[in-house]
């Protein structure tokens, strides 16, 4: 029944062009993923099962479900099944998937072409909600702009959220029964980030994390249809109370190498974290040694990170290419090669100075050392975080400093920092443990200063030691995890 299914869905996106894909989301689901899914549901006592498909598709992720009844891997008396669809395009494919269990069980099923969104909400405000006892998702990924009619009838029921997928998971947990299970395999870019961060709490609130799984690679989970994204599966259950969570991670959609592991929920979203990011740690026992040294927030440091606050395009008419008389260096991520910083840099197609001016005064920082941190890397480079320090003695007599809008600095109440805690910084921040921990709740390749915030780092003085310990920010990964992992350990005695 499934491997019919699947032939069926492989067709449809080999026949489905890529603007009716993107437009309405659909990225059908794999058999293998969508039998995984459905195989998260814990069999519970329940006589009579609702279950609810959000954007069902052909229906692949009803029908897993409907085969872990069949099969008796779950049991109920009888089970109903609403799916929501609204390319009518796909009903009668849908009819036909789900038609192929009413045979096998105690079935009834209805397709729904309604916009989910708005029916979803309808229900909430009237009081028709509140019944499904399980729902299967894979939504549709797009974003909801500010202004739009889907942000604006969200509002009506206090949904804050940025992206389809999230309100689609917001409004099935608001549909579901005290008790209820979710499954539901959505981007990773909402674990982390201030967008995101009222959904966060509004899963936090309602449901408790049960299980998440976390393809590693960025290409697999949807390959026939090029999709680029980390993606989760999440296990939630409605009302629940919150209890250690199971992570796994897979490569790919075979789950061959399947890798499980159950945290405590402190691991997953740090208490202390007011930004409550969700973190799906990976067993890794020199995070474990680092972290136990690794306790501090920047603040404690007394360390600031900010976005560099030069907005180039609003600065346009005092940006210089190179330096002249009344200008100061302006620097850019393309001034940090992987060796030393390059300043001023001919043939970077940026601008290398900025003119000094009642204008342009405010967004400047006095000559200094700073850690800088870029804030996209490629997906090809091995770190997300690549961290470089800027030497005053690398800009001859230079009063002021600007800091590119690309870059993140470190600084201290905007003034520069002690040299060897600049260094230290940079080194700690470049280590594969600090990398790896990032990665964790980080599914995307952009770093944030508010992503700097929630990293965790030694104390000062380590930092300082850390920092003392080297001239330059060595270029060999070894050498770096080697020289942090040493100064860690003496820091535990
Ligand atoms: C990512 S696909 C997943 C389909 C199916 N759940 C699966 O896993 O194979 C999302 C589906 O949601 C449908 N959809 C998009 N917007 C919708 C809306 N507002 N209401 C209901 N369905 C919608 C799309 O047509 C698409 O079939």
Not at 148 to 154: A, D, G, L, T, V
Not at 177 to 182: K, V
Not at 306 to 310: A, D, I, L, Y
Not at 474 to 483: E, G, K, R, S
């Given at each position: 029944m499934l491997s019919v299914l699947e032939q069926r869905r492989v067709a449809l996106s080999r026949s489905t062009d890529a603007a009716r894909k993107a437009k309405l989301g659909q990225f059908l689901t794999p058999a293998s993923t969508a039998t995984f899914m459905a195989g998260l549901f814990t069999n519970t006592q329940g006589e009579q099962c609702r279950l609810l498909d959000a954007g069902a598709g052909i229906g692949s992720l009803s029908c897993a479900f409907l085969e872990q009844c069949a099969t008796g891997k779950l049991c109920f008396g009888h089970v109903d099944v609403e799916a929501f669809e609204i390319d009518h395009a796909l009903h009668a494919e849908l009819e036909r998937s789900l038609s192929g269990f009413t045979g096998r069980l105690p079935l009834d099923f209805e397709i729904n072409a309604k916009d989910f969104i708005e029916e979803a909400v309808r229900r909430i405000i009237y009081g028709h909600g509140s019944n499904f006892t399980h729902a299967i998702l894979n939504p549709p990924y797009k974003k909801i702009g500010n202004g739009?009619?889907?942000?604006?009838?969200?509002q009506d029921v206090k949904i804050e959220v940025v992206n389809l997928y999230a309100a689609f998971v917001a409004l099935a947990i608001a549909l579901m029964?005290?008790?209820?299970?979710?499954v539901a395999i959505i981007p990773r870019s909402f674990c982390n980030g201030p967008y995101y961060r009222p959904f966060r709490d509004y899963l936090r609130r309602k449901t408790a994390l049960r299980r998440m799984h976390l393809f590693e690679s960025r290409n697999t989970a949807f390959k026939d249809d090029g999709v680029l994204q980390e993606n989760l599966i999440l296990h939630l259950e409605v009302g629940g109370r919150q209890e250690a969570?199971?992570?796994s991670h897979s490569l790919d959609d075979q789950f061959t190498d399947l890798a499980v592991q159950a945290y405590p929920f402190a691991r997953i979203v740090v208490p202390t974290d007011s930004e409550r990011c969700i973190h799906v740690p990976q067993g890794d026992s020199g995070a474990e040694a680092l972290s136990a040294v690794c306790t501090h927030t920047l603040s404690e440091l007394g360390i600031s990170v900010?976005?560099?606050?030069?907005v180039d395009f609003r600065l346009r008419e005092y940006l210089r290419d190179l330096p002249e008389p009344g200008t100061i260096p302006l620097l850019y991520p393309g001034h940090f090669g992987a060796q030393a910083l390059e300043w001023p840099k001919v043939g970077l197609r940026k601008p290398n100075a900025i003119q000094r001016n009642p204008a342009t005064e405010k967004w400047l920082y006095p000559n200094g050392h700073y850690?800088?941190?870029r804030r996209f890397s490629s997906k090809e480079e091995k770190r997300r975080i690549f961290a470089s320090v800027v030497r005053p003695d690398a800009f001859a007599d230079a009063t002021m400093l600007g800091f590119e809008n690309h870059l993140n600095v470190f600084h201290d109440g905007k003034h520069g920092l002690p040299a060897a805690l600049a260094r230290g910084l940079a080194v700690y921040l470049n280590t594969s443990t600090v990398d790896r921990?990032?990665?964790s709740f980080n599914g995307h390749t952009?770093?944030?200063a508010t992503d700097l915030k929630v990293i965790k780092y030694p104390s000062r003085e380590m930092l300082m030691e850390l920092g003392a310990s080297v001239t330059e920010v060595?270029?060999?990964?070894?050498?770096?995890?080697?020289?942090v992992k040493e100064i860690s350990e003496h820091g535990k005695r």
């Open positions: 739009s009619y889907h942000r604006r009838i969200m029964a005290e008790g209820g299970q979710l969570v199971v992570v900010s976005t560099g606050p030069v850690c800088v941190v921990g990032f990665r952009q770093v944030n060595p270029q060999d990964q070894h050498a770096i995890d080697a020289l």
